[in-house]
């Protein structure tokens, strides 16, 4: 099927217009992102969703800020910022619609998967790496690109309410899932009060491993991509995530939940890899959650499937009705595999501290 992008798009920018061959590309929910191959030149063109990002200024302010500081600190830092249109800004309205042009990376590769505990740690190492050039950077100047993004009370109250006004045939069905959410409680009351102590960080908060690119045929890492989310957080969000993607053999939209489970080497090298670049840069306290982190953002992740399945899969794309359903029920059972091997866990994050 051909795909079509707007001929304005290019106008607006100092690139040749060509006959692009342009290909669907990445599997994120939110944003739509697209190749443009041409005979001298590839791209990637994303079309952003403005219904979930309402503010694009605001993610072009922060994504300004953090590119201003790395090219202080370290010039050699691939950044993968959107090209700068005629305007010299990052966004490009068309129309009702926002769009972005990115270089194309021909030697990076995404993944949706792993396949080799190398990639867990090169994808690790390279979060960290940004997380640890952007630790001295000022807060004043950041906004919310999405408020309340990673606030896991909020996420708790919107599944109360979900919960209250879900028709009885959806509660029913999902009522193996409401029983795990209400079991697992305690995570928010522990982030409550880890909110007091632990320090705001400039933090990715979206980093599965589709967004991050490695070295096709190495795996060395290339870059972190997928800037939209770049904003003051906790370490948790950054760190949790990575365990939520990075450590199962199968992703969230597995139906066969006897698979999911923790892999063990992959946790060994994310951590190693992780820690290489954050062990000097994480406090004392922060250390003693780096397991919580990932509980966290599990816990959070599999409360917005089953959220938005009660409220009839408004948010999150689907293929089948079910879909958000059985995306919570695998987050809550990689949640508990955590639980479950919690203690040679801990004992391999001794490991790598030490």
């Known amino acids: 099927m051909e795909i079509a992008l707007p001929e304005a798009l290019w106008e607006l920018y100092d690139i040749p217009s060509e006959n692009w061959l342009v290909t669907k590309a990445g599997s994120g929910h939110i944003n739509e992102t697209y190749i443009a191959a041409g005979n001298q030149q590839s791209w ?20 300004r800020l953090c590119q201003a500081y790395l090219q202080e600190k370290d010039h050699n830092y691939l950044f993968l910022a959107p090209l700068l249109n005629k305007k010299r800004c990052y966004t490009t309205k068309i129309a009702d619609s926002y769009w972005r042009i990115f270089p194309f990376i021909s030697d990076g590769i995404a993944f949706d998967t792993l396949s080799d505990p190398k990639q867990a740690y090169e994808a690790a190492k390279k979060f960290g790496e940004l997380s640890r050039l952007l630790a001295g950077i000022p807060l004043d100047h950041f906004k919310e690109t999405i408020p309340a993004f990673h606030d896991l009370n909020l996420r708790f109250q919107q599944f109360g309410r979900a919960l209250t006004e ?8 999902a009522d193996e899932a409401i029983a795990m959410a209400l079991a697992h409680r305690e995570i928010v009351d522990i982030f409550e009060n880890l909110k007091k102590t632990l320090p705001l960080r400039v933090q990715h908060h979206d980093t ?3 967004n991050v690119l490695l070295h096709k045929k190495s795996f060395a890492g290339v870059c972190v991509i997928d800037l939209d989310t770049l904003m003051p957080g906790y370490f948790l969000s950054d760190l949790g995530d990575m365990m939520r993607t ?10 066969d939940l006897a698979k999911i489970t923790i892999r063990e080497d992959y946790f ?12 000097d840069i994480l406090t004392a306290e922060e250390k003693t959650q780096l ?9 959070m992740q599999a409360l917005r499937f089953l959220s938005d ?16 359903l059985i995306r919570s029920l695998n987050q809550f059972q990689l949640l508990q595999s955590i639980v479950e091997k919690e203690k040679n866990l801990e004992q391999i994050i001794h490991e790598c501290l030490t």
Not at 246 to 255: F, H, I, R, S, V
Not at 291 to 299: C, S, W
Request: charged share 20%.
């Open 166 to 173: 879900a028709p009885k045939e959806r509660k029913e069905a």
């Open 44 to 63: 990637i063109v994303q079309k952003l969703n403005h219904r979930v990002f309402t503010q694009p200024e605001a993610i072009e302010q922060n994504i």
């Open 309 to 324: 399945y009660l409220q009839g899969s408004i948010y999150y794309p689907i293929s089948y009705p079910e879909q958000n």
């Open 208 to 210: 599965k491993i589709s």
């Open 291 to 299: 397991l919580f982190a990932g509980k966290f953002i599990l816990y």
């Open 268 to 279: 060994k090298a994310l951590m190693s890899g992780y820690l290489s670049e954050m062990a």
């Open 246 to 255: 990075y450590l199962c053999a199968y992703d969230e939209n597995e139906t």
